[in-house]
């Protein structure tokens, strides 16, 4: 069974910075794209950084310039460092990886359960 969880998330003053972590763990077979989104209140779940497995990035204009999406595929790991965080950053973040579980299986969509990260004023 596969499982991605995040962790890093928590309170911070606006013009601060946050590290989110998300490590894919259980058996598979190969990750293709990884993500990070979020979710306000009341709000759709957005795209935050998008990395492909060759490592092409993709970023919501919000936050280009402030947030950095990389991975380290030897550790199955996906990161997103948050700078000049804003109060508008508040959001439940959650990951997300495009992965295969074996070389026969198509590769699906999984998910991590989400991590608060609040930016107050």
């Known amino acids: 069974q596969v499982q991605l969880v995040e962790s890093g998330g928590g309170l911070v003053q606006a013009g601060g910075s946050l590290r989110l972590s998300c490590a894919v763990s259980?058996?598979?077979?190969?990750?293709?794209?990884m993500g990070w989104y979020r979710q306000a209140p009341g709000k759709q779940r957005e795209l935050v950084a998008a990395i492909a497995s060759a490592g092409s990035t993709n970023y919501a204009d919000s936050v280009k310039g402030r947030f950095t999406i990389s991975r380290a595929d030897a550790k199955n790991t996906v990161y997103l460092q948050m700078n000049s965080l804003k109060p508008e950053d508040t959001a439940v973040y959650y990951c997300?990886?495009?992965?295969?579980?074996?070389?026969?299986?198509?590769?699906?969509?999984?998910w991590g359960q989400g991590t608060q990260v609040t930016v107050s004023e």
């Open positions: 259980g058996s598979f077979f190969s990750i293709n794209d």
């Open positions: 997300n990886a495009d992965i295969s579980l074996t070389r026969y299986h198509r590769f699906n969509y999984y």
